[in-house]
């Protein structure tokens, strides 16, 4: 065995034997540098889930946020397609639900302050909520061509072939009318749009004869001088034909241009349930 060799009260015994023994040195830092790996793996293992959580909780907000977004679109078009102007009206918009994908929108209005509050929810994941002040001045201005609501409600007069609804002119002007634009959904055999009456179903009330498909764009009317025009505060029927019966019909959109500005929209079905016979 070696002796180590240090001058009498140098006090350097123990530092020239660690520095002979460097196998145990190694060791030593070894097993530090493992206890900090070890450390370090399960910090990352508890770090990596919690930020994987957060960012679902995120996506699944930002999904609820537009979900009651679209709940608030869907409260004007419902508003306006049922001629709802006052806030008394607009109680027929609580409670209202639909579901979009694993979401769903809730209205609530409160008459009182004129706000609508539309609650969008993601299933087991997050809600938010969309608050609307002075809701009725989001409507459409009442005095324009609308729904008449003192008419009956939009129907089919022959099963899923025939559908009548009633226009009432609120401008203080006449407007004339040139073209129309339209969308629906349906199953079975496609169908088009073949005629388009107003006030009538005689052969001179016809304004449009032809073969419309479903979203097709904005097209002239082509028939009775190819115009019509509604007077002032005027109630006027609309009939419109497709070629042939369908399996189902729902979501029934349609819109009238005059010759000039903006056209008017009619949602005969915002609710999607198809009509219901007259």
Partial sequence: MTKLKTKKGSGRVWGNYLLKNSKGLSVLFLVMAMLLMITIGYVFSYLIPTKQKSVSLSIHSTQAFFIAQSGVEFAV???VSQSWTTPAALNG??????NLGRGRFTLDYD??????ISIG???NAAERRVKVSNFTSFLQNPKGVILNP??????WTTNLRRARFYVRNAREDNVTFT??????????????ISDIYFAGTNPADRR?????????????????GSSYTINSD???????YWNLAMASCTNIVITFYPAAGNGYTFYLDPAGGGLSGC
């Fill in 121 to 123: 929810v993601v299933q």
């Fill in 179 to 192: 073209a129309f634009s339209a969308s629906w959904s349906q199953t079975g055999t496609v169908r088009t």
């Fill in 234 to 240: 005027q109630a006027v029927q609309v009939t419109i």
């Fill in 77 to 79: 078009r419902y508003a």
């Fill in 150 to 155: 003192r008419s009956p409600s939009p129907c």
């Fill in 208 to 224: 449009y004869s032809g073969s419309y498909a479903n979203g097709s764009g904005k097209v002239n009317f082509n028939a009775g």
């Fill in 93 to 98: 918009l609580d409670n209202l639900q639909r």
């Fill in 111 to 116: 008459r009182n302050t004129n706000t609508l």
